[in-house]
């Protein structure tokens, strides 16, 4: 995903809509799943990792610094897992997340959206204070 | 003036009519919100509307209202993969800056 890039002088940075307000980490149920995970994205993941021809894979979703509101959400396909992953499974697929980047998914759900526009995995996260055009990036 | 496909954008614009079934071609508009004060907005479009101009590029119709297009003139629709996703990106001659994805620019 590209990020911010604001390319004139007329400082039309992108700034965004609503102001941080350092809202505590929501804290998880007992028994909780760390993310919800989508039907949309269970049967694009398998699709998916079926025309890979592998389904062992798992989709890694994570969070880098960047993005017009300081943080945007990566997505990949990865075999390997990390010592601090955690990982969900739903159906036949699975999905990993580094601790660092739980930190900023807790309580997210992740969906897959196929429209005119485009396809995209999206993630609707309570801990975001904004986020920023195609929500690709948001600030906590 | 006018605005154009990449063939990839067509193809994408031609089976999106297809499986939807109806349809004359794209319609382009731009509407004012999202970080840097306009965005994109794409719809199929069964017929034109008096206010529309009619472009065809590719192989595929192209509508825009008379109004939209000085801020789009020149704008090139691609249809690319970025990792996982994909979607039409647009380049536009006119956009000053440009935010997140690239549906939201300043003129």
């Given at each position: 995903?590209?990020?911010?890039?604001?390319?004139?002088?007329?400082?039309?940075?992108?700034?965004?809509?609503?102001?941080?307000?350092?809202?505590?980490?929501?804290?998880?149920?007992?028994?909780?799943?760390?993310?919800?995970?989508?039907?949309?994205?269970?049967?694009?993941?398998?699709?998916?990792?079926?025309?890979?021809?592998?389904?062992?894979?798992?989709?890694?979703?994570?969070?880098?610094?960047?993005?017009?509101?300081?943080?945007?959400?990566?997505?990949?396909?990865?075999?390997?897992?990390?010592?601090?992953?955690?990982?969900?499974?739903?159906?036949?697929?699975?999905?990993?997340?580094?601790?660092?980047?739980?930190?900023?998914?807790?309580?997210?759900?992740?969906?897959?959206?196929?429209?005119?526009?485009?396809?995209?995995?999206?993630?609707?996260?309570?801990?975001?204070?904004?986020?920023?055009?195609?929500?690709?990036?948001?600030?906590? | 003036?006018s605005i154009s496909v990449?063939?990839?954008?067509a193809?994408?614009?031609?089976?999106?009519?297809?499986?939807?079934?109806?349809?004359?071609?794209?319609?382009?508009?731009?509407?004012?919100?999202?970080?840097?004060?306009?965005?994109?907005?794409?719809?199929?479009?069964?017929?034109?509307?008096?206010?529309?101009?009619?472009f065809e590029s590719e192989g595929v119709q192209l509508?825009?209202?008379?109004?939209?297009?000085?801020?789009?003139?020149?704008?090139?629709l691609?249809?690319?993969?970025?990792?996982?996703?994909?979607?039409?990106?647009?380049?536009?001659?006119?956009?000053?800056?440009?935010?997140?994805?690239?549906?939201?620019?300043?003129?």
């Amino acid at each position: 995903m590209s990020s911010c890039q604001s390319q004139g002088q007329s400082g039309a940075s992108c700034t965004p809509s609503l102001p941080a307000s350092g809202l505590p980490m929501p804290t998880l149920a007992e028994g909780a799943e760390p993310m919800q995970i989508s039907d949309a994205v269970v049967s694009k993941v398998s699709q998916m990792l079926a025309e890979e021809g592998d389904p062992a894979l798992c989709l890694r979703i994570f969070v880098t610094g960047g993005g017009c509101s300081g943080f945007q959400y990566g997505f990949a396909f990865d075999d390997a897992r990390k010592d601090d992953d955690i990982r969900v499974e739903r159906g036949p697929i699975a999905v990993l997340v580094d601790a660092m980047s739980l930190q900023y998914l807790m309580g997210a759900q992740i969906d897959y959206e196929d429209k005119l526009e485009g396809a995209r995995f999206v993630i609707r996260n309570p801990n975001a204070s904004s986020t920023c055009g195609c929500g690709s990036s948001f600030s906590v | 003036m006018s605005i154009s496909v990449t063939p990839k954008a067509a193809s994408q614009i031609r089976k999106a009519l297809a499986q939807r079934g109806s349809g004359v071609g794209l319609r382009v508009a731009v509407k004012t919100s999202g970080c840097s004060g306009y965005a994109y907005a794409l719809e199929f479009a069964d017929a034109p509307s008096p206010q529309d101009l009619s472009f065809e590029s590719e192989g595929v119709q192209l509508l825009v209202d008379a109004g939209s297009l000085p801020m789009i003139d020149g704008t090139q629709l691609d249809w690319v993969r970025e990792g996982l996703n994909e979607g039409f990106k647009f380049s536009n001659p006119n956009a000053s800056a440009t935010c997140g994805c690239g549906e939201s620019f300043a003129v």
